[in-house]
């Protein structure tokens, strides 16, 4: 299995690249880091990229359940960069286990993948000055 990790935007976008299948020691690895990014910027976004990815084994699928419960709030946009149709399951399917907004792109999508991942929320914006009313 690989698994790369990549900070972009200073560090509130974590770029996962996954090939092969994850084990239970990945997360080893990726827990510490997605920690860190969270600790630094509040919540992060994760761009998921599958190729060439077999899945989970039973462990590391377990680990990944604890994981999403542990960051259940802490992660703002996931985009999952895929090739196969279990994958897009997959993305449907963790909707549930997160309040991030996930979504799922083919390869061919990759740029736009990640264009959206990068695009500003909402949240991002100024709060809103009020308007003081002088009466008379």
């Not at 770029?15 to 969270?38: C, F, M, Q, T």
Request: hydrophobic share 40%; proline share 5%.
């Amino acid at each position: 299995m690989t698994l790369e990790l990549k900070e972009e935007a200073e560090g509130k976008v974590l770029v996962v690249h996954l090939s092969g299948k994850i084990a239970r020691s990945d997360y080893v690895h990726l827990g510490p880091e997605v920690n860190r990014l969270i600790e630094k910027h509040g919540k992060v976004r994760v761009l998921m990229d599958m190729k060439d990815f077999h899945g989970w084994t039973l462990g590391a699928l377990w680990q990944d359940v604890k994981f999403d419960m542990k960051h259940y709030k802490d992660i703002e946009r996931v985009a999952m960069v895929g090739e196969k149709s279990w994958e897009k399951w997959m993305a449907k399917v963790c909707r549930p286990f997160t309040t991030a907004e996930v979504r799922y792109f083919d390869q061919s999508q990759a740029e736009q993948a990640k264009a959206w991942i990068m695009e500003p929320s909402q949240e991002a914006s100024p709060p809103r000055q009020p308007v003081e009313v002088i009466p008379g």
